[in-house]
């Protein structure tokens, strides 16, 4: 008999608690499913019991993530997740202890996030729009790149950006954040104006739509998609594509690339931490002073590269 037996079930309604309870975002509740799915494989093929492991079983688990080469920062995310459920578990009286709860997750490795200099984010922005199928697409993915860089947004809060509060022709966006926290952002002219021109394309396809199918879209950045909007998997497809053709290495730039150049470029040029942290809508500063590190590391850069005297 599967010592696991209604496992799912219980998985479900943790996970159900942490979006009514904490108001837990799509992306952090797909995480805890697959990193809680992969550690009860695992448990099924060694037979052990969700409810009835000890803290050796799941440090043998950690161990077994660590041999088969995962990541420092995807045990410790593997980890997390073991120690919320088995403290919901604990508190829903599923088990008669937290199995997890002294056990230690692996170092985190310090890297600082990867960014791009100006000029290669000019040209990523150039570039954006001559790449696409059609014209429509181009016009769209040429103001998604404009968008991405002049606000600093998560690529979810792009993707999944409503028409409406992108309508008047503003000078700042609200934008709906993790845990649906909401924050302003403002609007460089550029981007101001390719958002108008794609708004009155994007306007004329949704109406099309309705013509064909009865129903419309409330999405900036409409598609046929499940969801109702580009996907992240696609837009991120797209500025590998932007990249390259751009002849900038495309493990070198990804949505998030965009993000932090957005960041460290605001810094480089005399914006504040307090205001930085708010763009981004980041909770605790010490997430937006990684980027002081970054403006370091740039600076040391330049010295040993053009410094006279670091020649000899």
């Known amino acids: ?19 009514a309870e904490f108001d837990a975002a ?6 805890y499913k697959h990193d809680i799915g992969h550690y009860a494989d695992w448990l099924a093929k060694k037979n052990y019991s969700f409810l009835k492991a000890d803290q050796t079983q799941i440090t043998e688990y950690i161990i077994y993530c660590s ?21 919901f578990g604990y508190d829903e009286g599923w088990c008669k202890i937290n199995p997890a709860i002294k056990i230690s997750g692996p170092k985190k490795n310090k890297t600082l996030p990867k960014t ?25 993915n040429h103001c998604m790149m404009h968008l991405l860089y002049a606000t600093g947004m998560r690529v979810t809060e792009l993707v999944s950006l409503p028409a409406s509060a992108v309508r008047g022709d503003p000078n700042m966006i609200l934008i709906k954040g993790k845990g649906n926290k909401e924050r302003m952002v403002p609007l460089t002219s550029i981007s101001r104006t390719l958002m108008s021109e794609w708004l009155l394309i994007r306007d004329g396809m949704d109406t099309l739509n309705r013509k064909k199918t009865g129903s419309t ?14 996907t992240r998997h696609r837009f991120y497809k797209l500025v590998k594509e932007i ?10 730039v990804s949505p998030h690339t965009l993000r932090h150049a957005f960041a460290t470029h605001l810094l480089g040029n005399g914006a504040d931490l307090r205001t930085i942290q708010t763009l981004l809508g980041h909770t605790d500063i010490s997430t937006t002073e990684i980027y ?21």
């Open 1 to 19: 008999m599967n010592k696991n037996t209604g496992l799912s079930h219980l998985i479900e309604q943790f996970l159900n608690a942490q979006v």
């Open 26 to 31: 799509e992306n952090t509740i797909l995480a």
């Open 67 to 87: 041999d088969v080469g995962l990541a420092s920062s995807t045990r410790a995310r593997r980890l997390s997740a073991l120690k919320k459920i088995y403290s």
């Open 116 to 140: 791009l200099t100006t000029a290669e984010v000019s040209k990523l922005l150039e570039v954006s729009a001559n790449v696409g199928r059609t014209s429509n697409d181009r016009k769209r």
């Open 217 to 230: 879209s409330k999405f900036l950045f409409l598609s046929n998609s499940s969801k109702g909007y580009l």
């Open 243 to 252: 990249a390259l053709n751009s002849n900038i290495a495309p493990n070198k």
């Open 292 to 312: 002081t590190h970054v403006l370091d590391e740039r600076l040391k850069s330049l010295v040993f590269n053009h410094h006279p005297l670091s020649k000899m």
